[in-house]
Structure formats: structure tokens, C-alpha cells
């Protein structure tokens, strides 16, 4: 069985598991880890990573970050001028995190995602040297009244979370699933 079958199997049995109501929003993240190489195989397979949710009696809405600085970027009066000068964007980048709270929010309104509902959150990758994955699950985390499941290519160790394997990791009260360990 290759690792994102694993992945898939160690979280059907984690979602299986009956809901605590007085979760804090930091533990009803759940990060699904796996390695930065398997990106395609998962998007292939995030189907079913829904089918597993749903049989077990969850709600499922997919939230994508992959386009979503691209079309923020794009938007912005100055985007020509970013293009040719992308140092000045860091002043800009906080304006970004708040471009995906704003655009999350909305999806969730729009879709109605409610108590029993799993809101995954796919892209993570594409915010590297961005903003801080940390950072946007520090601030859509809150929102999701079910569970946040962040597909998270990258690895976890000691307690520690590292995006694409590139940054100093940092501690989170998410649950972790991988492919090499049960939960």
C-alpha cells in the first residue's frame, strides 16, 4: 500500500472517532501529513479522503489556496509593479493573509459548513515564503465549527510541523495523521 493509501486509511479511522463538542478550535485541527513528492498522488485521491468523511456520517467542503495569491496579486492596483519589483511585496504579504480569511469566510457562509462538517484546506504548499502556514490556520481555524483538516505536505516530528520540509518547524495542538503511524 503506497504512503497516501496509508494516509487515507489512517484517517478514515481518526474520523471515524465520535466528535468531543468542547473541542478548543486549536484541536479540531487536523493536519494529514505526507511528503512534499506525494502532492499529485493526494490531489488524486482527495475524492476520497470526502467518501471517508461522509461515510462516516460528516459533512465535506474543500477549500483550495493553491490560485489564491495569484489571484490576489493580480488584483492589486500596483500588480505590474510588483511583478517587476517583488521585494516591495513584503510590505504588502499581511494584506494577503487577510485576502484567504476574508475569501474563507465567505466559503463557508456560501456553503453552510456547520457543526458536522469537514472543511479541508488543500494548497498549503503554495503559501511557502508567503505567509506562514501557522499563521492561516491560527486564523481559519476559529472559524470552522466542525473540523479543519489541513493536507499538509511536509513532514511532523517531535511535536514539530515543517512546510515542505524548508522552515524551522513550529508546535501545534493538531491532531497529526501520517502515513507511517497510527493516530
Known sequence: MNRVRRLLASYGQFVEVPWREDAAAPQRVIFCVYNENEELRLRSKVDEFEIVTRNAGHDWQLFDLTDTFAIWLSSQRYAEKYFQQPSL?????????????DHFRAFLLERAAGGNCVVALQGVGSLFGLVKAKAVVDRLAP????RLVVFFPGTF?????????GYDGWNYLAVPITADKEV
Open 157 to 165: 516530528e517531535n511535536n514539530n510541523y515543517r512546510l515542505l520540509d
Open 89 to 101: 511585496l513584503v510590505t504588502l504579504l499581511p494584506q494577503y493573509l487577510s485576502y484567504i480569511e
Open 143 to 146: 472559524m470552522v465549527e466542525g
